[in-house]
């Protein structure tokens, strides 16, 4: 590992954590030449997971776009943001346990709505309305029956 300060070649580990729930090791790092000391990260390169869009198109798993949608559906809702934090990982953890290089994205859209169900019922009937796209109000209204039952 190269110095940051003076390009140096030599270090040592002065310090190592494990974080992100064990998946990224932290390294405080000294420089054996002029005693700079910088942090790195290791992490585990895995292959990009690629969802299937409805209309065929692939595109990289992007959990940003994933919270985004999950924020969207709870908006005004009494949901803390760090719950939806946690039901993303869980939702991206079960992704990456299924050691597939591709995923439908209506796959996906299902782990949401059952998360969203388990969370706040106006959240799961928002995020409903607009991934099954209803096309009456007799759809929603069916969806809502469901609910109440």
């Known amino acids: 590992m190269k110095c940051p300060y003076c390009k140096h070649e030599d270090d040592k580990v002065v310090d190592s954590r494990s974080s992100g729930e064990g998946y990224v090791i932290r390294r405080r790092r000294e420089c054996l ?3 700079y000391r910088f942090t790195t990260y290791e992490r585990i390169e895995q292959t990009p997971l690629m969802v299937i869009k409805k209309d065929g198109r692939k595109e990289e798993f992007n959990r940003h776009k994933l919270l985004n949608g999950v924020k969207k559906a709870c908006e005004k809702r009494p949901v803390a ?23 439908a994205s209506n796959a996906i859209g299902r782990m949401v709505m059952r998360k969203l169900y388990s969370l706040d019922e106006v959240a799961y009937v928002r995020f409903a309305s607009v991934y099954r796209q209803f096309k009456d109000v007799d759809q929603f209204m069916d969806e809502v029956k469901k609910l109440r039952k």
């Open 33 to 35: 030449k002029c005693g």
């Open 81 to 103: 943001m760090e719950i939806l934090e946690k039901a993303v990982d869980e939702i991206e953890r079960k992704l990456e346990e299924k050691f597939e290089d591709e995923i």
